[in-house]
T-cell receptor, first 114, second 115 residues
Framework: EAEVAQSPRYKITEKSQAVAFWCDPI?????LYWYRQILGQGPELLVQ????????DSQLPKDRFSAERLKGVDSTLKIQPAELGDSAMYLC????????????FGQGTRLTVV | AQSVAQPEDQVNVAEGNPLTVKCTYS??????LFWYVQYPNRGLQFLLK??????LVKGSYGFEAEFNKSQTSFHLKKPSALVSDSALYFC?????????????FGSGTRLSIRP
């Protein structure tokens, strides 16, 4: 069964350092999402891609976060510089791109900023 | 703007009893509704969805959900709970008006099934 791949699974970084997460969606999925989930809360959408284009990044803190999906396949989310409040689970998901289709999630990257 | 509310932070049920996890939503257009389950330190797993048609939808692991348009609700149900159902459950909604609309998640309900 196809899965969304994310790496790394866990990341510990020092405050003010740069950190990057990688996501490889299910093959053929046009839509890719990055969510942030703080412990005990629901996922919050950071950025949504349709192929290589950003369709929603209204909740992305653009002064320190960036995301790209250059060839419309895999994607990278970067934080620079990291702050203590960025500690969270970062989830990547993909869907076929039609509105009636569900999103499939990866295992997530647990980020701890110290 | 679309939104989802899960009014209960935690639901406690005895094994073998029926369970209900509540969800209400708000969207401008037609709602596309989803339920996901999350186990500790894992991503979200899709359980079921409502797009159109029959108001009662069936999903994975014996779960079902009932869409109620007049009450703008999409409650998750199971006739007989198992201890292994203990997990965090999220309701989500997408506005069907646009294929590019985002999926918004509720705050989650922790389901605890006691033996």
């Amino acid at each position: 069964e196809a899965e969304v791949a994310q790496s790394p699974r866990y990341k510990i970084t020092e405050k003010s350092q740069a950190v990057a997460f990688w996501c490889d969606p299910i093959s053929g999925h046009a839509t890719l999402y990055w969510y942030r989930q703080i412990l005990g809360q629901g996922p919050e959408l950071l950025v949504q891609f349709q192929d290589e284009s950003v369709v929603d990044d209204s909740q992305l803190p653009k002064d320190r976060f960036s995301a790209e999906r250059l060839k419309g396949v895999d994607s990278t989310l970067k934080i620079q510089p990291a702050e203590l409040g960025d500690s969270a689970m970062y989830l990547c998901a993909s869907s076929r791109g039609r509105g009636d289709t569900e999103a499939f999630f990866g295992q997530g990257t647990r980020l701890t900023v110290v | 703007a679309q939104s989802v509310a899960q009014p209960e932070d935690q639901v406690n049920v005895a094994e073998g009893n029926p369970l209900t996890v509540k969800c209400t939503y708000s969207v401008s257009g037609n709602p596309y509704l989803f339920w996901y389950v999350q186990y500790p330190n894992r991503g979200l797993q899709f359980l079921l969805k409502y797009i159109t048609g029959d108001n009662l939808v069936k999903g994975s692991y014996g779960f079902e959900a009932e869409f109620n348009k007049s009450q703008t609700s999409f409650h998750l149900k199971k006739p007989s709970a198992l201890v292994s159902d203990s997990a965090l459950y999220f309701c989500a909604v997408r506005d069907g008006y646009s294929s590019a609309s985002k999926i918004i998640f509720g705050s989650g309900t922790r389901l605890s099934i006691r033996p």
